[in-house]
């Protein structure tokens, strides 16, 4: 398929150590990957579901020891310590080579080996970037076929350029001892083996599309995160763009793929999705931030999806969607999971594989971190600027968390650098439903925890440094939501889900100076009345409540963000140890 010497060396140096059967190229027909399903199905990897409720649809069930990412076996391997940083596990990649060496070693005799060009954003767009992964699973090829654009265009588009992420995939014997998910940023290279599920193994999500790429954007001046990126149209037919970070079971999807509440939809708002899960922002000749998703699929969780929750979403796995660790209803061989509806079904295979009468089955019939691959196209509410190769120019950037006390509803940092700081300190609790005092604080700075593939505190100074390339009335404005604070009951105190976006609008609102703040120690807040409550069933007590800060949780926190920040030694930009000087002083006033 390619002449690209590069690119051959390379496969033939893969295929020496790991000595596959036969090599075949992804060239991206429907009619390959159509013989690639029938193959799946034959052997038993895939399962054909109803065709007529859920056209195009297979299911596909993991080993039950590899259901998730394995951030304790994923390892960043620069070529110092202080390059990787004090959060991520590190090798050194000589050793790390040799190690993994061995364990590829004829790890696919009897196997095929495929061969994916993939591009992470779409073909030809100055934003995207090419990968080639090789994997001995079907599965992942299938699964690569709805997250990324893959086949012959990418190849073409590489065409005999040697800038490409060099991505190896072994299943092996899917062993957790001998598991690793390993990132070499220097090389642009990624190894993954004895892993089958999706965040180890579909190489050009968080592997390539946050750890490759946030090294990549820190060399090359611009950013990958880990953010969602939606469009709110207003009545008059105008889309503004928000980029979005919260850390796992935030409501990341949910927010994506909003319904407005009645009262807006009436008068026109209307939510466009162009990604849930990862934004590459860049600074475009006009000095704005842009962003696209370089992904083409969602990679979602299934269990807590209903039409209620993520309307959205559920439609999108109606079609060409590969299910994964969910449960099988054997009455019409469709799908279930927890949250889907009220309605188990009796006659049910659950996701070990094991027949159960699910009305009574005492446990979890999906796994619960079961998943959805499904293409972007079937999202009802895909955005028109979806495949746009320039991109979406970003008004505001949204941190949360789960917090139960911290933070208010909404606050806007004071500007760029105070952001920065905001996204630095961001956390998220466990949940208070267990009994005792507020939950654990987790850090996880700009939900990007597991996802840096440098030190954190260089990306820290990368997010400054991006800063100063933008006039501060082109850069995005910076905001903090929290959807999860709780009342002394324990009780959720906002609605969240569609009303969401009464949030949204005053932020916009604070984007195009529509609004007025209230300034305190942390930022600005909105004022009495700001926040749209029409229809809402929340007295303006509960929102003061929602909107206040309370000084004295706000520095037991800033006790934590200086332990935390303590790790990063003199490597922490001194802008950080500033604002948060600032924030400590604001407090005591
Ligand atoms: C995640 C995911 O783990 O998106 O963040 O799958
Ligand atoms: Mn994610």
Redesign the pocket.
């Given at each position: 398929m390619t002449n690209n010497k590069v690119v051959l060396d390379w496969l033939r140096e893969m295929t020496d150590m790991t000595k596959p059967d036969q090599v075949v190229w992804i060239d991206g027909s429907e009619a390959q990957l159509e013989a690639l399903r029938a193959e799946a199905v034959s052997t038993g990897e895939m399962i054909k579901l109803n065709q007529e409720k859920l056209p195009g649809c297979y299911y596909h069930r993991t080993a039950e020891n590899d259901v998730a990412?394995v951030e304790d076996r994923t390892f960043i391997c620069t070529p110092t310590k202080e390059e990787a940083g004090p959060i991520n596990n590190w090798m050194d990649p000589v050793e790390m080579y040799a190690k993994l060496k061995k364990l590829y070693a004829g790890s696919m005799i009897g196997r095929t080996m495929y061969v994916i060009p993939y591009s992470m954003g779409p073909v030809g767009s100055p934003f995207s970037k090419i990968g080639i992964e090789l994997t001995d699973s079907i599965y992942v090829v299938l699964n690569m076929a709805i997250m990324t654009r893959t086949g012959k265009a990418v190849i073409d588009a590489l065409g005999d350029n040697a800038d490409f992420v060099k991505c190896l995939h072994a299943k092996k014997d899917v062993d957790p001892e001998e598991r690793y998910i390993v990132q070499f940023p220097q090389d642009s290279t990624i190894w993954s083996i004895n892993s089958a599920y999706g965040?180890n193994v579909l190489l050009g999500k968080?592997c390539f599309a946050l750890r490759i790429a946030s090294y990549l954007g820190m060399k090359e001046g611009w950013m990958a995160e880990?953010m969602l990126i939606l469009g709110l149209e207003n009545p008059q037919g105008e889309v503004k763009y928000i980029c979005a970070a919260f850390p796992?079971a935030c409501g990341k999807t949910n927010l994506a793929m909003l319904i407005p509440p009645e009262y807006l939809k009436k008068k026109g708002y209307k939510v466009w999705t162009v990604g849930d899960?990862i934004s590459w922002l860049r600074i475009g000749p006009d000095g704005r931030l842009y962003a696209i998703n370089p992904e083409a699929g969602f990679?979602g969780v299934a269990p807590g999806t209903s039409e209620k929750t993520n309307f959205n979403a559920l439609a999108a796995t109606k079609k060409n969607t590969i299910f994964t660790n969910v449960a099988i209803n054997n009455d019409d061989n469709t799908v279930w999971w927890e949250g889907l509806d009220k309605n188990p079904p009796e006659n049910c295979t659950e996701w070990t594989g094991k027949q159960v009468n699910g009305k009574t089955f005492d446990g979890k019939l999906a796994h619960p971190n079961s998943r959805f691959t499904a293409p972007a196209v079937n999202c009802p509410c895909i955005s028109s600027e979806f495949e746009n190769p320039q991109g979406v120019p970003i008004s505001a950037i949204v941190f949360g968390g789960r917090r139960a006390k911290t933070a208010p509803l909404v606050y806007q940092a004071r500007d760029w650098n105070h952001g920065v700081f905001v996204g630095a300190t961001m956390a998220s609790e466990t949940t208070a439903a267990a009994a005792g005092a507020v939950g654990v604080v987790r850090r996880d700075p700009m939900a990007m925890k597991p996802f840096v593939g440098y030190n954190m505190a260089d990306y820290f100074a990368h997010w400054l440094e991006m800063g100063t390339k933008m006039d501060a009335d082109k850069a995005p404005k910076i905001f903090h939501v929290n959807w999860f604070r709780q009342d002394e009951e324990g009780n959720f105190m906002w609605p969240g889900f569609g009303d969401n976006m009464r949030v949204l609008l005053w932020i916009l609102d604070r984007c195009e100076g529509k609004a007025d703040a209230v300034e305190s120690a942390i930022g600005y807040l909105p004022t009495e009345g700001a926040i749209d409550t029409t229809d809402l069933d929340i007295t303006p007590e509960v929102l003061n409540e929602l909107l206040s800060v309370d000084k004295d949780v706000w520095m037991e926190d800033v006790k934590d963000q200086k332990e935390y920040f303590a790790q990063f030694g003199d490597r922490l930009p001194s802008e950080i140890k500033n604002q948060l000087e600032i924030l400590e002083r604001n407090l005591n006033k």
């Open positions: 990412r965040g968080k880990h796992s899960d990679f």
